[in-house]
């Protein structure tokens, strides 16, 4: 493989392939170099507090953290509990299943919003139980529930988000160069 572009053949947003030693000298899902993504935009402009939780890692916890919710609240015997389960589940799979990053089916959600999601969901799984009322008579999924959600804030707070294409929403990608001549 050519590692250098011919600029004759390119187009101008073609993408320059990286050379291989580059490439195959940082695989996995701990990778922190410049091929595992677009760094995202600081949240309020001080989060994350440090970036120590790699992206694939993070993703990883987010299908995790939805799936045990949703089973959760499947197993639960109390009607509340299985709604919210299910809701709060399936809406954080669906969102990871859409975010621009590499364990994703589809990158249509900005990694910046994703990590507000990510707050605000762990948020709604710490209260969902004491807001629908399911705490005492669910006490299995009121404490599988709290764990999940604060250990989503704390992995959000702590994780180094990173964007597969740089997907923001109303202004094309931040890789595009804008106008040209202008």
């Known amino acids: 493989?050519?590692?250098?572009?011919?600029?004759e053949t390119m187009t101008p947003r073609q993408p320059v392939p990286?050379?291989?030693?580059?490439?195959?000298?940082?695989?996995?899902?701990?990778?922190?170099?410049?091929?595992?993504?677009i760094?995202?935009?600081?949240?309020?402009?001080r989060l994350p507090l440090r970036r120590l939780v790699p992206q694939d890692v993070?993703?990883?916890?987010?299908?995790?953290?939805?799936?045990?919710?949703?089973?959760v609240?499947?197993?639960?015997?109390?009607?509340a509990a299985r709604t919210a389960g299910l809701a709060l589940g399936g809406m954080n799979l669906v969102t990871s299943l859409l975010?621009?990053?590499?364990?994703?089916v589809k990158k249509v959600v900005p990694i910046e919003v994703?990590?507000?999601?990510?707050?605000?969901?762990?948020?709604?799984?710490?209260?969902?139980?004491?807001?629908?009322?399911?705490?005492?008579?669910?006490?299995?999924?009121?404490?599988?529930?709290v764990l999940v959600g604060a250990s989503t804030i704390l992995a959000s707070l702590y994780t180094d988000y990173r964007a597969q294409r740089?997907?923001?929403?109303?202004?094309g990608l931040r890789t595009d160069l804008g106008p040209v001549g202008g």
Not at 63 to 70: C, E, I, N
Not at 166 to 171: A, H, I, R
């Open 39 to 45: 760094p995202a935009q600081p949240l309020l402009g």
């Open 73 to 79: 609240g499947l197993l639960s015997g109390s009607n």
């Open 1 to 7: 493989m050519e590692t250098t572009p011919n600029p």
């Open 166 to 171: 740089g997907v923001q929403w109303g202004q």
């Open 58 to 71: 993070h993703s990883l916890l987010d299908y995790q953290g939805a799936l045990t919710v949703a089973g």
């Open 99 to 104: 975010t621009d990053y590499r364990l994703s």
């Open 114 to 145: 994703h990590e507000v999601i990510d707050h605000v969901w762990g948020l709604s799984v710490i209260a969902a139980p004491f807001v629908f009322g399911y705490s005492r008579r669910s006490r299995l999924a009121t404490v599988v529930q």
């Open 18 to 37: 990286v050379p291989t030693p580059v490439r195959e000298s940082r695989k996995g899902i701990f990778d922190r170099s410049a091929a595992a993504g």
